[in-house]
Nanobody, 126 residues
Framework: VQLQASGGGLVQPGGSLRLSCTASERSVSSGTRGWFRQVLGKEREFVAAIRRSGASTHYADSVKGRFTISSDGAKNTVYLQMNSLKPEDTAVYYC????????????????????WGQGTQVTVSS
């Protein structure tokens, strides 16, 4: 399975961006798909996840209320709508996927995901 992420860019604080992640196969649509982010020199961290194309969604505390994850099963695509962006949201964002139903406690763990996209840079700066 290949994941293609897109939608990153430069935005001012308070602005919005929408990231997309399209999978090459439908097998992951019934599983768990997530977004992680990484700042140079720091650990990659969990941002958000969606299970079974919307059965449940999960967010890191740092983005709750500002970011929304959603999916379009017909397009094998997961979106991350990011609003009220802050400079601390600056990072490379990676999408991830697995055909498995990941239990809630394991959703933030990178090891729970089998496939990863190439990353897209998000820069929040005035």
């Amino acid at each position: 399975v290949q994941l293609q992420a897109s939608g990153g860019g430069l935005v001012q604080p308070g602005g919005s961006l929408r990231l997309s992640c399209t999978a090459s196969e439908r097998s992951v649509s019934s599983g768990t798909r997530g977004w992680f982010r990484q700042v140079l020199g720091k650990e990659r961290e969990f941002v958000a996840a969606i299970r079974r194309s919307g059965a449940s969604t999960h967010y890191a505390d740092s983005v709750k209320g500002r970011f929304t994850i959603s999916s379009d099963g017909a397009k094998n695509t997961v979106y991350l709508q990011m609003n009220s962006l802050k400079p601390e949201d600056t990072a490379v964002y990676y999408c991830a996927a697995t055909p498995k139903w990941v239990i809630v406690s394991a959703i933030p763990a990178q090891a729970s995901y089998d496939y990863w996209g190439q990353g897209t840079q998000v820069t929040v700066s005035s």
